[in-house]
């Protein structure tokens, strides 16, 4: 039997797949200001045109350019592993396979959507990218990607973080990033935040802000705004990662899989492997898929299903998505990239309409997961990645109580080797259990109850 189940590059697929095709429901449109759909023309200033057609695509299949899968071929196809030795250590039936996204030069999954997006930037006559990033990772992504294109790249990185985290601004500084503390004193919503609170850690919804600001303010109109994660786009680039799933499970033969799961903060990582299982389970397959978010940000478990801002300031469309509020301020738990207030609207739609089932776990629990990972399968894994595995380790443990040899795949979407503060504060006995207490969703309400209501269109299959 395998450990390591590769592909050659020529089995790379060629297209991304788009769920957005097959949902049994159509998906809410995202709202202007006066409340009506917005229109592609008014993403312009933020996107560019070739990225908007995607994102309100609802094509099928749409093609990978040559030059995009030029550049992912450095360790595309990922590879797919089995992890044997956990499942001896904790005496299961279960098959656990897992994709293997932290073989990126970065060290996540996060340049399979910073490539295509630099790349049609370029393409569309961009010269210069804003972004923002919380625990680094999508800054560092898209610095890698746009050094290789030929972009120009700032990124708002969350003061928190930026403090906390040297060694991925060195990472953006390597691959020609330009990395700034938010708030910063470089744009309006920047300034207006640190008057009213000058010590604030800051949050991703106020460096979003602060990105999109300069992205549309710049007179050349050379620079637009790239957002790593929730956006209909981003899934579309994850997809590859369950498409090249779904190839190396046929090469052993392992059928379709029983469970999906993986870390959900914006959804991409998450969607990218389940989204291709999911059309199987459309169509009548019986697979339970999990997205785990930590107890301390629960929006897919928690969180109304709303219209809401995917940032601080108001200036994104009203997004029809699990939101715990555009004023979510999350506990700094370690797993930064998990801490996003909202939820991809194509994620949270397939939650509304009982294609995935998900769960939420507290970061204590996450960690010893991560522990018995690296004792046994070796790597170390992102503080992210950690929710993962714990749900993976509850699953097998279940199929051990129930005898069942049930297939089990996740995605390790990271390595954890730039954030081990996060194991340190285990390791001497720092790291505290922490749950959303439930008076907390009352803001949450408070916050979403002027805009308008989003409709649980659910057909009642699952
Ligand atoms: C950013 C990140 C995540 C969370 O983002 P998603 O869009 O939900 O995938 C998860 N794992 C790692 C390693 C990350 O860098």
Known sequence: MDRKILLKESDIPRQWYNIAADLPTPMLPPLGPDGNPITPEMLAPVFPMNLIEQEVSSERWIDIPDEVLDILY?????????????????????????????TSPPGSHKPNTAVPQAWYNKQFGIERITTETGAGQWGSALSFACNLIGLECKVFMVRISFDQKPFRKLM???????????????????????????????????????????????????????????????????????????KQLEMVGAGTPDIIIGCAGGGSNFAGLAFPFTLDKINGADIE?????????????KAPFAYDF?????????????????????????AGGLRYHGMAPLVSQCVVEGLHTPRAIDQ????????????????????????????????????????????????????????????????????????????????????????PQAEMRKSGKW
């Open 74 to 102: 450095r360790w595309r196809p990922a590879p797919l592993r089995r992890a044997t030795y956990l499942e001896k250590y904790l005496d299961t039936p279960a098959k656990i396979y897992y994709k293997d996204e932290s």
């Open 172 to 246: 953006m500084q390597v691959w020609n990033g330009n990395c700034v503390a938010s708030p910063s004193n470089e744009t309006n919503a920047g300034r207006t935040i640190l008057e009213e609170m000058p010590d604030t850690p800051g949050s991703l919804g106020i460096a979003i802000s602060e990105a999109i600001e300069q992205a549309v303010t710049d007179p050349t109109g050379k620079t637009r705004y790239s957002l790593g994660s929730v956006l209909n786009h981003v899934m579309l680039h994850q997809s590859i990662i369950g498409l090249e799933a779904k």
């Open 289 to 301: 898929i999990i997205p785990v978010e930590p107890t301390a940000c629960p929006t897919l478990t």
């Open 310 to 334: 995917g940032d601080t300031a108001c200036t994104t469309p009203l997004l029809p998505m699990h939101s715990l509020g555009h004023r979510f301020v999350p506990a700094p738990i370690h």
């Open 364 to 451: 204590v629990e996450c960690y010893e997961a991560a522990m018995t990972w690296s004792k046994t399968e070796g790597t170390i894994c992102a503080p992210e990645t950690s929710h993962a595995i714990a749900a993976v380790i509850q699953e097998a443990k279940k199929a051990k109580e129930e005898g069942k040899e049930k297939t089990i795949i996740f995605n390790y979407s990271g390595h954890g080797l730039m954030d081990l503060t996060g194991y340190d504060a285990y390791l001497t006995g720092k790291l505290t259990k922490y749950a959303l207490p439930d008076k907390e969703i009352e803001k949450t309400e408070a916050c979403l109850k002027d805009y």
